[in-house]
């Protein structure tokens, strides 16, 4: 009887550090801190759990040897484009065989010159599309990217635009959440969330942006004129941002996705980005 008691307490010992070691692994990976407009935001578990692949609503692989795959199902510029490419300053967007590409043969690269004049117009190239956001409310984007060095934002303020939603309403059309990238103190380039409603800055510890390695960045948005909106973003698989309860479009406005190279002022002036694979898709995250 003795012996069997015994037995019993250090089975019920090992079950309470089981229990214990389960319970710290599921930790919030980051506390969530309001200072100065900043916040540290992630989610309770950098691991993702398992979702539902959704149904892929619209795909761009740059297989066609050029960017016509952001407008569908018109030609660029028609009156049913369902998105399109948009450059502003010094910029271009372009595809051809030379890029890195994450599949097949192509990308779209992304080039930006932050060297510009005082009278010409911030330096962005953004490829959209508002077919998708403007007909389902919640929906799931992919985006594959690559970065073939680092590059340091050095604007006042410094900031650099890579993904957004944008919202329409009669002559306004303003960012409401962006991707943004920022430096570490060691220099290493990482992406925090901006709210430019609210401006708020999420940042998160998670994950870096690695230097010539293509890597994939998915989102989910529910586009909402009031505080029911959400954002969640992965970074290959882990996710850094889950922000709920907030508004992410204008109440008597719509929703436009885009992704981008974007900003004022970059170390070094000229910057080159590639994206490939993007998609847009419904019921789950994409494939």
Partial sequence: MHRFRLALFASVL????????SK???????RILGLSGWKLASSADSSVAEAPSGSVL???????GDLSQWSRPDVPGGPNAGGGVFDSGTATASVDVASPSHSGIHSAKLYINTLSPSEVSTSGVRLF????????SELHYSVWYYFPRRYIPNGNPPWWNVFQWKSKRA???????ALNVGNRPDG??????????SQTSYSQTIKDIPEGKWFRVEAFYKCAGDHTGHVTFWQDDAQ???VPNVQTRYADGNCAWSVNNYSRSLNPSTATIYIDD???CSGGRCP
Wanted: hydrophobic share 50%.
């Fill in 14 to 21: 090992v079950m309470i550090a089981a229990g214990l070691v």
């Fill in 24 to 30: 710290a692994g599921k930790e919030p990976a980051a």
């Fill in 58 to 64: 619209w795909s761009a692989d740059m297989e066609t």
């Fill in 129 to 136: 599309r508002w077919l998708e956001p403007e007909s389902r």
């Fill in 171 to 177: 002559n306004v059309n303003d960012p409401f959440f």
């Fill in 188 to 197: 290493a380039m990482y992406f925090y969330l901006y709210n430019q409603n």
């Fill in 240 to 242: 850094i941002f889950d």
């Fill in 278 to 280: 993007a998609a847009i």
